[in-house]
C-alpha cells in the first residue's frame, strides 16, 4: 500500500488497556483556563515516568460549560484505576485549585468515581460548603479570589493507550512538517489525546533495558546513528524518525486519528516525501489492541 507515493508497512500498532476520566475546567477568561490546562497537563507525556498521560481535547464555549464560562475539555489516562485516582486529585489541587478564578467538573457519566471535590474540600479547613443540584455534590471552597467550585467527583472509563504510528524520512524539516500535518488533523477529533509535546515523540522506547533499575529503554532498531551497529528496522535513505502517539476513549476513536494523521502526513507539502509510514509494536506481547494500518487505512 501506498499513500501518494509514500508507502505504508504492513505491520500494525500494538496499544493496551487504560482507565481513563474526562475532566471539564473553567475560569473568568480564556488565559487563566489555558494557564490552568496547560499547567495541569504538564509532565503528563508517559505513564513510563509521569504516573498519568494527559492532554486538552478540545476547547469549550461559554455555552458548553456547567457555569457559562470559557473552558475546556482534559481527558486523562493511567495504567490502573488507583494510579487515576491518585494523580488527579493532587494535580488538580496543585494546578486547578491554585490558579485565579478556575473551577473544575466532571465531563463523563460513569458509576465509577474519580474524586475531585471529595478530596480537595480540605483545603477550605472546616469553611468548605457543599451543595447538592440534582444528583450531583458540589463543594465552595473559600480562596483569597472568591471560591474554588469544584464537583465532588469526576468518573472513570475503560479505554485505549498506546495506539501510534512512525513517519519515516530523509530530512527533519520535511518530517516536521508532515509531523504537524498530522497533529492538526488529529486535534479535532473527539476522545483521543496525542500527550507528547507537540504531539509526537522521538524517545520511541523498547520494552525492558539492560540496567535493571529500567523497564523501558530506547528504540535501538529505530535509531539511525546505530543503523550497522544492530539489527535496524528503518528503510534505506531513513535519518529521521517521529512517533506520534495516540490515547483514546475507544478502539474507533483511536483508529480514527491513525486514518487522519497518517492521511495528513501524506498529503503534506514538504520538500522530500516521508521515506515511508509504519507502526510500533511488541510482537503482540504488550497489549491486546491491535491497529493493523492496512486495516484502518482501507
Known amino acids: 500500500m501506498n499513500i501518494h507515493g509514500i508507502p505504508i508497512e504492513e505491520t500494525f500498532a500494538e496499544a493496551f488497556d487504560m482507565k481513563a476520566t474526562r475532566l471539564i475546567l473553567t475560569a473568568h477568561d480564556r488565559q487563566w483556563v489555558s494557564d490552568a490546562a496547560q499547567a495541569f497537563t504538564g509532565f503528563a507525556t508517559s505513564v513510563i515516568a509521569c504516573g498519568i498521560e494527559m492532554g486538552i481535547e478540545r ?16 481527558l486523562a489516562f493511567a495504567v490502573s484505576s488507583k494510579e487515576l485516582e491518585k494523580q488527579i486529585p493532587r494535580r488538580a489541587g496543585q494546578c486547578v485549585l491554585t490558579c485565579p478564578t478556575t473551577a473544575l467538573f466532571a465531563g463523563i457519566e460513569s458509576p465509577k468515581p474519580v474524586p475531585l471535590g471529595k478530596t480537595l474540600r480540605f483545603f477550605g479547613d472546616g469553611f468548605q460548603i457543599s451543595k447538592s443540584i440534582g444528583s450531583k455534590r458540589y463543594w465552595r ?158
Do not use: W
Request: hydrophobic share 40%; glycine share 10%; proline share 7%.
Open 141 to 298: 471552597i473559600p480562596v483569597m479570589d472568591g471560591e474554588f467550585l469544584c464537583e465532588q467527583q469526576t468518573a472513570r472509563v475503560d479505554a485505549i493507550g498506546g495506539g501510534n504510528f512512525f513517519l519515516f524520512g530523509a530530512d527533519l524539516d520535511s518530517v516536521t512538517i508532515a509531523c504537524r500535518a498530522a497533529i492538526a488533523a488529529i486535534k479535532p477529533l473527539p476522545g483521543v489525546i496525542t500527550p507528547f509535546p507537540g504531539g509526537a515523540t522521538r524517545s520511541g522506547s523498547k520494552v525492558g533495558s539492560k540496567y535493571p533499575a529500567l523497564f523501558a529503554s530506547t528504540n535501538e532498531a529505530y535509531c539511525p546513528t546505530l543503523r550497522g551497529l544492530v539489527d535496524t528496522n528503518l528503510p534505506e535513505q531513513t535519518n529521521v524518525v517521529l512517533e506520534v502517539v495516540i490515547d483514546g476513549l475507544t478502539t474507533s476513536a483511536i483508529a480514527e486519528a491513525i486514518r487522519v494523521g497518517i492521511r495528513a502526513a501524506c498529503e503534506a507539502k514538504t520538500k522530500q516525501p516521508l521515506v515511508a509510514i509504519s507502526a510500533g509494536n511488541y510482537g503482540g506481547n504488550l497489549g491486546k489492541h491491535h491497529f493493523h494500518l492496512y486495516e484502518v487505512l482501507a
Open 59 to 74: 476547547e469549550l464555549t461559554p455555552q458548553e460549560t456547567p457555569d457559562g464560562r470559557p473552558g475546556v475539555a482534559i
